[in-house]
């Protein structure tokens, strides 16, 4: 049987600290590999900043705890210097080979942490990824919506290593989320929120739901 072929489709996960993105991703990888493998979709999932050798190291530098002195501008261009290279080495081969990629953080992370959190202008964020990614939006962003203080406290009661972003005042947390909420108040063509305070099991059920809603026929 002759299987029908995809475009590759971009995903996106974005959230505040402890929001889930990495526990719902694993939860629901299954189901959509078996609906990928039904449909002749290959799914490829991979983080930001990181996902290929050289965005790791530079995620290194960013989140070590000891790098204090970095500044926000500094911190903002190595985000986008990590995103273009994960960009080129991993995501757009995939996309062109008609993968489905989903990407735990993309440019959003961009605006709401350097943006919204750090007060950089949006505006010169907006431009500086434009630059970095060569304008590429994902087709599906799935924002999970959670307060900071929720967020930070399964973060500081889970296992994962705390690094340098999570230590910055809760002040900064909370104005993360407030941006996230309005870039996806400003995209809903593109943006998904999802009530991510919920059990993982109904956030993992939402999350299935809104991907089935946009490609109901791979999904
Ligand atoms: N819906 C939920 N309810 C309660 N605890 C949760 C929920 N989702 C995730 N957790 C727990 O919260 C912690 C953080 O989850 P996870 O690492 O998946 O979040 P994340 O969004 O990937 O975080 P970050 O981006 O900050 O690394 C983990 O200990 C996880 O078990
Ligand atoms: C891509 C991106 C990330 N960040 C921040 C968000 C988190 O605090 C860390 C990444 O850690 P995670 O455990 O993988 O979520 O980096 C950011 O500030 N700006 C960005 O563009």
């Known amino acids: 049987m002759t299987k029908k072929k995809f475009k590759g489709i971009l995903i996106t996960l974005e ?33 930001e900043p990181g996902g290929i050798r050289i965005a790791e190291s530079i995620r290194e530098i960013i989140l070590a705890p000891e790098n204090t002195a970095i500044d926000g ?6 985000f986008a210097a990590a995103r273009r290279q994960h960009l080129n080495e991993k995501v757009r081969p995939a996309l062109a080979a008609g993968k489905v990629v989903i990407i735990d953080r993309f440019i959003d992370s961009s605006v709401a942490y350097q943006g919204y959190g750090r007060g950089i202008d949006v505006l010169d964020v907006e431009m500086i990824n434009t630059f970095a990614t060569d304008g590429l939006l994902p087709d599906l962003t799935l924002y999970l919506d959670v307060a900071a203080e929720i967020g930070l406290a399964r973060v500081m009661a889970g296992e994962r290593e705390i690094n340098r972003l999570d230590l910055e005042a809760q002040e900064m ?14 995209n809903p063509e593109r943006i998904v929120p999802i009530d991510a305070s919920k059990d993982v099991e109904a956030v993992a059920q939402d999350t299935l739901d809104a991907i089935h809603n946009k490609f109901p026929e791979i999904f």
């Open 15 to 47: 959230g505040p600290e402890g929001a889930g993105k990495t526990t719902i991703l694993e939860k629901i990888l299954p189901e959509l590999q078996k609906n990928g493998v039904e449909n002749g979709v290959e799914i490829l999932t991979t983080r």
């Open 73 to 78: 501008k500094t911190e903002l261009l190595l």
């Open 173 to 186: 947390h909370e104005k993360v989320r407030k941006g996230y909420k309005t870039i996806a108040c400003a």
